[in-house]
Nanobody, 117 residues
């Protein structure tokens, strides 16, 4: 079993940067594919970025060129570096871990990101 805890959210001005962290406990971290999702009020939870066990990444079109996902298996952590933030990036951001091709899936509690002047 894996427990995920997000941190790093907060209030930032448009054009600013923020780095989100997700730290895991429970072991076997390197077996998991990882992703960041976000959910704005009244909207569905959407994939923002993902990173596979081999380091492959993919991004939502809305964040390409601005966000970078990375992982550090030695620290049991996944990060989301966010730059050139826009008001439409405002949402609760969630970390997800899953073992590919299985039903094993875990979610963090979320961290609020607010982009506003």
């Amino acid at each position: 079993q894996v427990q995920l805890v997000e941190s790093g959210g907060g209030l930032v001005q448009p054009g600013g940067s923020l780095r989100l962290s997700c730290e895991a406990s429970g072991g076997m971290f390197s077996r998991y594919a990882l992703g960041w999702y976000r959910q704005a009020p009244g909207k569905q939870r959407d994939l923002v970025a993902s990173i596979g066990r081999g380091g492959s990444t993919n991004y939502a079109d809305s964040v390409k060129g601005r966000f970078t996902i990375s992982r550090d298996n030695a620290k049991n952590a996944v990060y989301l570096q966010m730059s050139s933030l826009k008001p439409e990036d405002t949402a609760v951001y969630y970390c997800k871990a899953n073992i590919p091709l299985t039903a094993t899936q875990y979610w963090g509690q979320g961290t609020q990101v607010t982009v506003s002047s």
